[in-house]
């Protein structure tokens, strides 16, 4: 069975860029069609796709979030990371890394000054 856990990092300040990294064990980031990704959930709103990183390496984002954003992954560790920058208040949420079967627990961010 596939486990992923986020990193958490707590309190961010505004402008500043939000890094999470997702953990994985149990599988792996390269295996042949698997996809790996970033999801969060903002209070009192649904779930809102990131981006995603597939097993060959290529990043794909959400469109609305594609100018703040950064997935990337470190094979060695079987882990990938999120990067977004410029944040504000409105990216405060909880943020979930999922291969769409499995997912982590979730960490709370909340961006404040």
């Not at 042949?32 to 796709?49: A, D, V």
């Not at 409105?90 to 909340?110: H, I, M, P, R, S």
Request: aromatic share 12%.
């Amino acid at each position: 069975q596939v486990q992923l856990q986020e990193s958490d990092p707590g309190l961010v300040k505004p402008s500043q860029t939000l890094a999470l990294t997702c953990s994985v064990s149990g599988g792996s980031i390269t295996t042949r069609s698997t996809y790996w990704n970033w999801i969060r959930q903002p209070p009192g709103k649904g779930l809102e796709w990131i981006g995603t990183i597939h097993y060959r390496g290529s990043p794909y984002y959400s469109p609305s979030l594609e100018s703040r954003t950064s997935i990337s992954r470190d094979t060695s560790k079987n882990q990938f990371t999120l990067q977004l920058s410029s944040v504000t208040p409105e990216d405060t949420a909880v943020y979930f890394c999922t291969d769409w079967l499995y997912w982590g627990q979730g960490t709370q961010v909340t961006v404040s000054s």
